[in-house]
């Protein structure tokens, strides 16, 4: 069965610096979103890409971050200058129609 | 931001029984819900959906039932099984020109079966 993947599953990194993680979704899938959950809390959106371009963003989703669609395959979150309360699991999903499914996550530890 | 409630953190039931697991919501332009379950240090798995269109759906074990009048749906597995101890989460979006929106999930309620 055809599942959303993400790399890597574990990024630890210095407060400053830039990081990318990586999610190939589904291939006949045409939307592309990412979540993000900080430790105990719920499950928060962040973005969401169709046709090359945001679709929809939350308030979270501010100047630091970006997300690009590189190639045929690859979805990517970037975070350019990361924070301390940028530490959360983030998970990628895409969807068809109405269902997203989701990747693994990769935790994101801001030191 | 509370659109979407799961009110009991926490259910446990015995192997073989009936779980109930509520979600209540607040906001009326939602006509799409989601059930997700989640293990630990996992991405949630898409469970069973419904559209505001209908009332009920049932997929094997599991069935989901939406109350628009009350803004509540409610996810039930029958018969619950040890491999089901996981956490649910209730999620629900919003159509657009553009296609779906964004989820907005509720806190989830960790369930527990005995065996």
């Known amino acids: 069965e055809p599942e959303v993947t993400q790399t890597p599953s574990h990024q630890v990194t210095q407060m400053g610096q830039e990081v990318i993680l990586r999610c190939v979704p589904i291939?006949?899938?045409?939307?592309f979103y990412w979540y993000r959950q900080i430790l105990g809390q719920k499950v928060e959106f962040l973005v969401s890409f169709y046709n090359n371009e945001i679709s929809e963003k939350s308030e979270i989703f501010d100047d630091q971050f970006s997300v690009e669609r590189p190639d045929g395959s690859n979805f990517t979150l970037k975070i350019r200058s990361t924070k301390l309360e940028d530490s959360a699991m983030y998970f990628c999903?895409?969807?068809?129609?109405?269902?997203?499914?989701f990747g693994p996550g990769t935790r994101l530890t801001v030191l | 931001d509370q659109q979407v409630k799961q009110n009991s953190p926490s259910l446990s039931v015995q192997e073989g029984r009936i779980s109930i697991l509520n979600c209540d919501y607040t906001?009326?332009?939602?006509?799409?819900f989601l059930w997700y379950k989640k293990y630990p240090a996992e991405g949630p798995t898409f469970l069973i959906s419904i559209s505001s269109i209908k009332d009920k759906n049932e997929d094997g074990r599991f069935t989901v039932f939406l109350n628009k009048s009350a803004k509540h749906l409610s996810l039930h597995i029958v018969p619950s099984q040890p491999g089901d101890s996981a956490v649910y989460f209730c999620a629900a979006s919003l159509d657009s020109d553009t296609g779906r929106r964004a989820l907005t999930f509720g806190s989830g309620t960790r369930l527990q079966v005995q065996p």
């Open positions: 291939s006949n899938h045409l939307y």
């Open positions: 906001n009326s332009m939602f006509d799409y």
């Open positions: 999903a895409s969807s068809r129609y109405d269902t997203q499914y």
